[in-house]
């Protein structure tokens, strides 16, 4: 694995423990409380972000795994996640809500690329 590579791992792997951890316990409440409005607002309950937060924690540890396809599962995950984000966040947010999205969008396909 490559110096860029693994770089674009730690970054990924930092944001989505913390933004995943956040979902499923709930530990930082001023986070918690606006992820949950995101969520209402879109129509989606609780048990919704929780299994976001499942899928973006189990992405944000199998990432690492870059020799084995379980690390391209992780980098998939991420990937989807994201999507799904920017897509909401289109659909009834602003544009500059989804900023993180999108990059985090960027990074994973370039775990994935390369």
Excluded: C
């Amino acid at each position: 694995m490559n110096t860029f590579v693994t770089v674009i791992i730690a970054l990924l792997s930092a944001f989505f423990l913390f933004a995943g951890s956040i979902k499923l316990f709930a530990w930082q409440k001023m986070i918690f409380t606006k992820q949950l409005e995101f969520f209402q607002s879109y129509g989606l309950n609780r048990q919704i972000m929780a299994l976001v937060g499942i899928v973006e924690l189990f992405g944000a540890t199998s990432i690492w795994f870059q020799s084995s396809e379980l690390g391209l599962l992780g980098a998939a995950a991420l990937l989807a996640t994201s999507l799904g984000a920017i897509f909401f966040h289109l659909r009834f947010d602003t544009w500059k809500d989804g900023i993180p999205a999108i990059v985090t969008l960027t990074l994973s396909s370039l775990v994935i690329y390369f």
